[in-house]
């Protein structure tokens, strides 16, 4: 029997999400277990408690896929916090919280899949694959994470604590074998209600499985990874175009629009609703971490924006990346350039998001970085009336960012924006988008550069060139085809879209851009523990090594 680190005896009573629609677990029958999943729908209530974890592992904090990386420093709401371990390393211990909350999530959507493979017996073979990619789909998370883990594909029902870790080329072989064997029992594409696992997302993340291992020969990973990535990368896009604008508008609403979460160009994603959500503050936090104006609704400052939440800020570095390029519309789809409202501290932030909006009047303008008083002169002759009176906040004319101890003080990230959400963190009820057609593009062309070589590659030339001609950015030519150029297209293309940190860690550039471009690391050194080894990977939480009845090594660098 294969046995896993169980800091986490508690996942074995594992308390459920709550939610609705095809999400919902709800035995009314109050029928013992065998009896009541032995049946259609108590079996599908399982199934559907197992995409239930998904918000548990995603839907919380967002600082274990993005801070310290290049993209992402402190942000003013975490200046006086005393543990930023996650975004400086230097202060990254094995009793982290965030961290420790992620490995027990994981290990108990695994636990909760496992029950689902266990009741499996009478039931769709669809349904079976659905969970076993959702199970090998949570290993990935945490390989990535923590390097080799312990594997459990046996059903528990109490708990058991001599669980020794698994090597890295266990889990992804792991991983890879289960993904494959899901594969053919899935659905196709379009045939099933939005958000559940089929053909295409299987696709979509064996493509990246073989790409990452592809990078580590210590896990397995050889030059043969880069091809089967290309091929599942291809079966996953389909011959699909990039149609949709990337922000939009309300009378042309893009992948990242409000209300358009179910559009053409979503592969998988955690879903949400307002009549699901447990409480008012179960929903999804992703918007509320990059600069994120926190609330809806509110008649005394019109649409409002009534705090401020700025956990996460924008480095210098992803200004000047998104900037780079004056025809790339990624930069002001991402960035909220505007603020409207009554004054300049009575804002009405979701008007953007209206065909009517309440007021035109602006009280904040972020111009691009680089831009002068003449260019800002010539924005306010376009429309007075509505900008005589913005505050402009500069960002330089380099890599000078907007300064964070300010409120108002940079742009907020508006991808994640959620106009119909109530006051306060996790209130959002938009769906948080795990896998998409852009990025399977980006995928495959990361792939097709390692195949080919770096600067040679015009296939993965013309894939970069499809992300970018829907952004109407410069073509590139073949020279720019390079891991480097890739990760700075990934940069434009998927910011706060819990990638990067993965990214650095995957192209091996973690100890090298995230010291150059975030100052909370500054040095190379910061990232490097008492052992002298990097920090590369998190630290197993040291609650789970003492619950264990075996000897568990820890991580380099703790």
């Known amino acids: 029997m294969k046995k896993f680190i169980i800091a986490i005896a508690g996942i074995l009573s594992l308390s459920l999400v709550s939610c609705a629609d095809f999400l919902d677990e709800n035995n009314k029958s109050n029928a013992p277990a065998d009896t009541y999943y032995a049946s259609d729908a108590g079996y599908e209530s399982l199934v559907n408690s197992c995409y239930a974890t998904l918000r548990t592992v995603f839907g919380g904090n967002c600082e274990i896929f993005e801070a310290g990386t290049d993209l992402f420093q402190i942000g003013k709401s975490n200046l006086s916090s005393t543990n930023n371990g996650l975004a400086n390393y230097k202060n990254l211990s094995t009793a982290d919280g965030v961290v420790q909350s992620f490995y027990t999530n994981a290990f108990s959507a695994i636990k909760r899949c496992n029950d689902a493979i266990h009741y499996s017996t009478g039931h769709s073979p669809a349904r079976l694959a659905e969970v076993r990619f959702l199970r090998a789909f949570y290993y990935f998370q945490l390989v990535q994470q923590f390097g080799g883990v312990a594997l459990v594909t046996d059903f528990l029902d109490k708990p058991i604590s001599d669980y020794p870790r698994n090597t890295s080329k266990e889990v992804y072989s792991f991983?890879?074998?289960?993904?494959?064997?899901?594969?053919?029992?899935?659905?196709?594409?379009?045939?099933?209600?939005?958000?559940?696992?089929?053909?295409?997302?299987?696709?979509?993340?064996?493509?990246?499985?073989?790409?990452?291992?592809?990078?580590?020969?210590?896990?397995?990973?050889?030059?043969?990874?880069?091809?089967?990535?290309?091929?599942?990368?291809?079966?996953?896009?389909?011959?699909q175009a990039l149609t949709l604008p990337f922000q939009g508008t309300p009378s042309s609403q893009g992948v990242f629009w409000p209300g358009n979460e179910k559009n053409a160009e979503i592969i998988f994603a955690v879903q949400y609703s307002a009549a699901s959500l447990a409480s008012t503050t179960s929903g999804s936090a992703q918007g509320s971490y990059f600069g994120a104006y926190l609330g809806g609704a509110d008649a005394s400052v019109l649409d409002g924006c009534p705090s401020i939440n700025t956990v996460l800020q924008p480095t210098a570095h992803l200004y000047m990346l998104l900037a780079s390029d004056p025809t790339d519309t990624r930069f002001s789809s991402t960035f909220m350039q505007t603020v409207y409202g009554k004054t300049a501290t009575q804002c009405s932030y979701y008007s953007y998001f209206k065909a009517t909006p309440q007021t035109k009047n602006v009280t904040h303008y972020y111009p691009r970085p680089g831009s002068t008083p003449a260019d800002v002169a010539a924005w306010v002759a376009a429309d007075p009336t509505n900008r005589t009176n913005a505050i402009v906040h500069y960002s330089g004319t380099n890599a000078t960012a907007w300064p964070s101890v300010l409120d108002y003080g940079f742009p907020n990230i508006m991808k994640f924006s959620d106009p119909s959400s109530t006051f306060g963190q996790g209130t959002s009820t938009r769906d948080i988008f795990l896998a998409r057609l852009a990025e399977t593009y980006l995928i495959r062309a990361e792939a097709e550069i390692k195949a080919d070589g770096e600067g040679v590659s015009t296939r993965a030339m013309n894939d970069i060139n499809v992300v970018r001609a829907r952004a109407n950015a410069t073509p590139i030519t073949v020279t720019n085809a390079t891991i480097a150029y890739i990760l700075d297209e990934r940069a434009r293309e998927l910011v706060g879209e819990y990638h990067r940190w993965y990214d650095l860690k995957r192209t091996g550039t973690l100890t090298s851009l995230a010291p150059t471009y975030n100052p909370d690391i500054a040095s190379v050194a910061n990232m490097t523990g008492n052992d002298g080894q990097y920090r590369i990977l998190r630290p197993i939480p040291q609650s789970a090594i003492a619950l264990n009845g075996v000897t568990i090594t820890q991580n380099p660098g703790y």
């Open 175 to 239: 991983i890879i074998s289960e993904m494959e064997a899901a594969l053919p029992n899935l659905a196709a594409a379009g045939s099933t209600p939005d958000g559940r696992v089929n053909k295409r997302v299987a696709n979509h993340y064996l493509a990246l499985v073989y790409l990452t291992r592809g990078y580590d020969s210590a896990a397995g990973g050889t030059s043969a990874d880069f091809t089967q990535a290309i091929t599942y990368a291809t079966a996953a896009i389909n011959n």
